[in-house]
Nanobody, 111 residues
Framework: QVQLVESGGGLVQPGGSLTLSCAAA????????MDWYRQPPGKQREWVAT???????NYADSVKDRFTISRDNAKNTLYLQMNSLKSEDTAVYYC?????WGQGTQVTVSS
């Protein structure tokens, strides 16, 4: 059984940084395409970033040059480094692998 557990969310001021983690159990992350998604309040869930098994990355235009997706194979953990955060980045962030989703972690960007 695959389990994805996100952590690292919280309240941060505009312009600040935050790193989200997604720990995986039951599957080796480096073998699969991994995604981050987010759901802003009152809006639909949207794709944020992708990391492929061979290390290729892709980002939504709204986060390009501010967010970085990466993984630690030894820890079997996916990360999302978020810099220069804006109020519009406020959302619940989810990691995803194929049909499996984590429970989400709340990120609030506010002064």
């Amino acid at each position: 059984q695959v389990q994805l557990v996100e952590s690292g969310g919280g309240l941060v001021q505009p312009g600040g940084s935050l790193t989200l983690s997604c720990a995986a159990a039951g599957r080796i992350l480096s073998y699969y395409i991994m995604d981050w998604y987010r759901q802003p309040p009152g809006k639909q869930r949207e794709w944020v970033a992708t990391l492929t098994p061979n290390g290729l990355t892709n980002y939504a235009d709204s986060v390009k040059d501010r967010f970085t997706i990466s993984r630690d194979n030894a820890k079997n953990t996916l990360y999302l480094q978020m810099n220069s955060l804006k109020s519009e980045d406020t959302a619940v962030y989810y990691c995803k692998q194929a049909g499996y989703w984590g429970q989400g972690t709340q990120v609030t960007v506010s002064s």
